[in-house]
C-alpha cells in the first residue's frame, strides 16, 4: 500500500477525531456542557471525513461525497422538520442505521475481497467475508 508519510497524518488525524468524540460524548452528559459537547462532537467528525480523504490509494472520491451529500441532506431536512421533543426518537433512528449499514454494503465493496471476472464470480460464504475483509470491532 504505499503513501509516504500520509498514512502516518491519517492515523494521528483519526486519533485525533476519537478523542474528540470522547470529549464531545463527556461533555454532552450534563445540560450546562451539552451544547459544546456537540461542538466537539462535530469537530470531530470533520477531522475524520477530512482524513479519510487522506487515505492513501483512496480511488471512489465521487461516491464517498455523493454519500455525505445524500446523507447530509436528509439528516438536514429531517431536522429541520422534526419536533424538539421527538429529537431523542430520531437521533436514536439515526443510531440504528449506523449499526446496520455495514451489514448492509456488498461484500465487494471491501477492497481485501478478490475481484473476479463476472462470470466466474460467486456470493462470497461468510467465512470468506471474515477471512478477507473483518468487521470493526464494536
Do not use: E, H
Amino acid at each position: 500500500m504505499g503513501g509516504g508519510i500520509a498514512a502516518p497524518l491519517v492515523s494521528v488525524s483519526y486519533l485525533l477525531a476519537a478523542f474528540l468524540f470522547i470529549t464531545g460524548l463527556k461533555r454532552m452528559s450534563s445540560p450546562v456542557t451539552a451544547r459544546g459537547g456537540i461542538v466537539w462532537a462535530g469537530a470531530g467528525m470533520v477531522v475524520a471525513t477530512i482524513a479519510t480523504f487522506f487515505t492513501p490509494d483512496l480511488s471512489n472520491f465521487v461516491l464517498i461525497l455523493l454519500a455525505v451529500a445524500l446523507g447530509g441532506g436528509v439528516a438536514w431536512i429531517t431536522g429541520k422538520r422534526v419536533a424538539m421533543t421527538d429529537m431523542p426518537q430520531m437521533i436514536a433512528l439515526y443510531n440504528g442505521m449506523a449499526v446496520v449499514r455495514p451489514q448492509l454494503s456488498p461484500p465487494w465493496s471491501c477492497s481485501r475481497v478478490r475481484r473476479t471476472p463476472a462470470s466466474s464470480w460467486r456470493w462470497p460464504s461468510s467465512a470468506d467475508l471474515s477471512a478477507r475483509c473483518p468487521s470493526p470491532a464494536v
